[in-house]
């Protein structure tokens, strides 16, 4: 992912999600690829950005003594899913992430979102032996 694919992706995002108010993804996507922190992709299709998958490197973690690929976020043009683009960026992430030599990657994925879940399966992942705990402050 460059800077000048942002205008793209936060117009997948909005697409996905019909919200029309200013995203903050793209303000973290800009911090992330000026710091050159995190892995961000995008799909490119002959020069159009068809889809894109972010995600992160934690140094350790909850239950976890080594580095940890969190995905923080996925997203594929509405007009191109289904057309395996999805899994292709699932699949380039984690062969980033075994060049880096991370062994362990995570993402949360919301309880009815079972569209997300069986695409995560599809990449391998599986319910993973924790719960997610919450309150407002
Ligand atoms: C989930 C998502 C990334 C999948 O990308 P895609 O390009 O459509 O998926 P692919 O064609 O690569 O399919 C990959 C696998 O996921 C499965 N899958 C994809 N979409 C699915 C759906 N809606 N329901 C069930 N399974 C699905 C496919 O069956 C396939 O499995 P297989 O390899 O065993 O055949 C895409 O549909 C998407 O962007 N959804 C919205 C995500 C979202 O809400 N993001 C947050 C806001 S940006």
Redesign the pocket.
């Known amino acids: 992912m460059r800077a000048s694919d942002l205008a793209a992706v936060t117009s997948?995002?909005r697409r996905?999600?019909g919200s029309k108010r200013v995203s903050a993804l793209r303000t973290h996507l800009a911090a992330m690829l000026r710091g050159r922190t995190g892995i961000c992709l995008v799909a490119d299709l002959d020069g159009v950005v068809g889809?894109f998958l972010v995600g992160d490197v934690a140094p350790w973690e909850f239950g976890e003594d080594r580095q940890v690929a969190w995905i923080k976020?996925?997203?594929?043009d509405p007009h191109?899913?289904?057309?395996?683009?999805?899994?292709?960026l699932g699949q380039a992430f984690l062969g980033e992430l075994r060049r880096k030599g991370i062994r362990r990657a995570k993402t949360l994925v919301a309880w009815n979102?079972?569209?997300?879940v069986?695409?995560f399966q599809?990449l391998g992942f599986d319910r993973a032996d924790a719960i997610v705990l919450e309150r407002s402050v």
């Open positions: 997948i995002e996905i999600t889809g976020v996925v997203g594929v191109h899913q289904g057309a395996g683009l999805g899994k292709r979102s079972g569209d997300l069986t695409y599809s």
